[in-house]
């Protein structure tokens, strides 16, 4: 009884601590989320004092492009198939921006993951200058850099692709990178051992590892790529949302063309996210098992 009781005084002096902090952070969370809010609704205000008309009085508006759309499209819906036939070439070019923007994205990033990562890094001194070049890629975003390009290198999709691949190196490089820490690095001791190169000692002791969720990374960055190829469209880079954004700018009259492009692009994206989803689950159980 003596000790519980000459004990409890420590113990409620750090329960007293603990509500203390505790108080604090809530404290700190109340005022980091009433902050939030008012730079949320200032910024807002700012924003619909600048905006032509107001967002209240056009928010009624909302849904009239959607219907004039789908009323054109339903009125010339003969024409439906061959407007589909006549966009098929523009899809296949989105496809090639992402699927190309993909491959160079996922290389670059696989390099500068194994550089960035340590027990594995090339170069260990120049782990932090690895892991900037990702958060520089990571972090600009892909519609700024094609923005450029295009300025320099004129319209098409070799700015998209670059601008893409970009982003892609940046957002892949950090998702290697943490499959890279959580590799085993027995077979990399092993293959030092023996003498092996940096880059066999990757090759051969970490790559076996870590393919499974690379491939996985990659085909769900190959989908999210398509929806970017395609915006990127919209500012001259190619491809189908090129052609999109002039049926929409024309007005009624190509409102069926849009319509079209809007099927083919959702049916792209579905079929797509249902092929990689399947794929990244038989990668996943792969690498379980």
């Known amino acids: 009884m003596t000790d519980m009781t000459q004990g409890g005084a420590p113990l409620a002096a750090?329960?007293?601590?603990?509500?203390?902090?505790?108080?604090?952070?809530?404290?700190?969370?109340?005022?980091?989320?009433?902050?939030?809010?008012v730079l949320l609704v200032s910024g807002f205000r700012v924003?619909?004092?600048?905006?032509?008309?107001g967002f209240f009085d056009g928010i009624h508006r909302i849904f009239d492009f959607p219907a004039d759309v789908v009323g054109e499209a339903w009125e010339k819906r003969a024409d439906l198939a061959g407007?589909?036939?006549?966009?098929?070439?523009?899809?296949?070019?989105?496809?090639?921006?992402?699927?190309v923007a993909t491959l160079l994205g996922a290389a670059l990033g696989l390099v500068l993951s194994?550089?960035?990562?340590?027990?594995?890094?090339?170069?260990?001194?120049?782990?932090?200058?690895?892991?900037?070049?990702?958060?520089?890629?990571?972090?600009?975003?892909?519609?700024?850099?094609?923005?450029?390009?295009i300025y320099m290198l004129g319209g098409g999709p070799i700015p998209a692709m670059i601008a893409i691949a970009l982003h892609t190196a940046g957002a892949l490089g950090k998702l290697y990178s943490e499959v890279n820490?959580?590799?085993?690095?027995?077979?990399?001791?092993?293959?030092?051992?023996?003498g092996a190169t940096w880059s066999q000692k990757m090759l051969l002791g970490v790559m076996p590892q870590v393919a499974p969720n690379y491939l996985?990374?990659?085909?769900?960055?190959?989908?999210?790529?398509?929806?970017?190829s395609a915006i990127l469209g919209f500012v001259g880079a190619g491809g189908i949302g090129y052609e999109l954004r002039n049926s929409m700018a024309?007005?009624?009259?190509?409102?069926?063309?849009?319509?079209?492009?809007?099927?083919?692009?959702?049916?792209?994206?579905?079929?797509?996210?249902?092929?990689?989803?399947?794929?990244?689950?038989?990668?996943?159980?792969?690498?379980k098992q």
């Open 83 to 99: 407007l589909l036939w006549k966009y098929l070439p523009d899809l296949i070019e989105t496809l090639n921006i992402a699927a």
């Open 216 to 228: 996985s990374y990659g085909l769900l960055r190959f989908e999210i790529n398509i929806r970017a």
């Open 47 to 53: 924003a619909n004092d600048r905006n032509a008309g």
């Open 250 to 287: 024309w007005g009624p009259g190509r409102f069926d063309e849009a319509a079209a492009i809007f099927i083919l692009l959702f049916v792209t994206i579905v079929v797509v996210d249902q092929l990689s989803s399947s794929l990244r689950n038989r990668l996943s159980e792969g690498a």
């Open 14 to 37: 750090t329960q007293d601590s603990y509500m203390a902090m505790v108080r604090q952070k809530r404290l700190y969370s109340g005022i980091a989320i009433l902050v939030f809010v």
């Open 114 to 149: 194994l550089l960035s990562t340590r027990g594995m890094a090339r170069w260990p001194v120049l782990i932090p200058l690895f892991r900037r070049i990702m958060d520089v890629t990571r972090a600009l975003p892909e519609i700024v850099v094609a923005l450029v390009l």
């Open 181 to 194: 820490e959580n590799a085993d690095l027995k077979p990399v001791d092993g293959l030092t051992s023996v």
